[in-house]
């Protein structure tokens, strides 16, 4: 290295380098790792970093003889210990060791921001170890199925669909579609997860949140029918119905960032004035409720491939019907299915309507009225399921929040967020 740049980029990395071998290791020393410990793991680091460094000059070859090197070492610590008897503490520190050499070494040829993720993360993962073996002792056998079923859905069958539009109005994209598939279904997911891990135990924000975020009608419909068996509940009901509206805002608002980040500046103001008015009222309502209720049920799965291949069949319907509407009716066909379609689900008008922002078929201040539609229209759907599925005391409780939301929401369509 000859200019002053390359001399400063050299030490750079060999000091990342030797630091992300330091915190490898303090975390192999403190479980006593037998093969190696704070010092190796540091020396390792650095050791992959030289050989990358030196590839420049001597080839390529100068890295693939450091990692048989450290291979021989491994294998003739492990030898040894097997001579003299040793415990057998598994293969966890001599991957650590090769993957600390890896990071070294690409610390030398590649961006120093994945090095460092790497390394940090290895460290984390390490040290995880108690909690990991908790986490896979809570998912039963239906959870990790639903793990391999999300693995199916997005890591098998999206990469094989046909990338291109098809049909009338160039809207139907078998791969986008199947996109917005895996968008929902890794939410509800992620969501039901958190709520079998911490559903039992978290009362009543969790249940409104973790029900909203799998499913918000279904939790509205299933918490009504709780309180006509048991109407004192139903202070706590409708802090879980109100939390679980909310949280609709807050997925659409997620699913407009992922689907069309450019949207989003349009959408945030109108759809984040509900959300924030939705957590308000929950909050005021939290303070006239003392007890929180027995836990809400677990939602039903959400990676079955049978709702997630209608899911998807509703979301290409809705796509092309939003064209349509807008090719044949103009706008107050946009709008009589945006309301249609909120009845029962918003997730795909959501990102229907999304999905032609993004490509320029539809102005955005159009675009977040539609949505705003559809979500008026399901809280309209959810009312009617808590005057025919609950307690009266429930529709007193959570009347008079749904019609100041609907109001609020009356009033953005007309004026618009800036117009308040």
Known sequence: MSSAGD??????????????????????????????????????????????????????WIVAAGLLGLVGIIVAGNLLRLRERGPDTGQTTEVALLLTFAVGAYLGVGPAAVA?????????????????????????????????????????ILPVLPNRTYGPFSVLNPQQIWWMV??????????????????????????GLLGGAVSSTATTVATARRTAENPEASGAAAIVVCLSAGVVFFRVILEIAVAAPGFLAAAALPLGTLLSLFLLLAALLWTRQSREPEPL??????????????????????????????????ISGLYAVSALSGLTDVDAITLSTAQLVRTAKLDPAIGWRLILVALLSNLLFKGGAIAVLGSRRLLARI??????????????????????
């Open 399 to 420: 009347a008079g929040p749904f019609l100041l939301a609907l109001a609020v929401g009356a009033l953005l369509l007309v004026f618009g967020a800036d117009g308040l």
């Open 297 to 330: 049920a677990p939602n039903e799965n959400p990676s079955e491939l049978k709702p997630a291949l209608l899911f998807g069949l509703l979301y290409g319907v809705v796509l092309f019907a939003t064209a349509a509407a807008r090719e044949y009716f103009g």
């Open 7 to 60: 001399l400063e980029t050299a030490f750079r990395q060999l000091g990342i380098s030797l630091a992300l071998g330091l915190l490898i290791g303090l975390q192999r020393e403190r479980v006593s790792a037998h093969l190696a410990g704070f010092r190796t793991f540091a020396l390792v680091a650095v050791f992959g970093t030289i050989t990358a460094q030196l590839s420049g000059i001597l080839g390529g």
């Open 116 to 156: 460092i993720a790497v390394g940090a993360g290895t460290a984390v993962l390490l040290w995880a170890k108690p909690q990991l073996h908790q986490l896979a002792g809570r998912i039963g056998e239906q959870d990790f199925r639903a793990i391999m079923r999300f693995v199916l859905i997005s890591g098998v």
């Open 182 to 207: 895996v968008l929902v279904v890794g939410i509800g997911l992620a969501a039901y997860v958190g709520y079998k891990l911490l559903g039992s135990r978290g009362g009543t924000l969790v249940a």
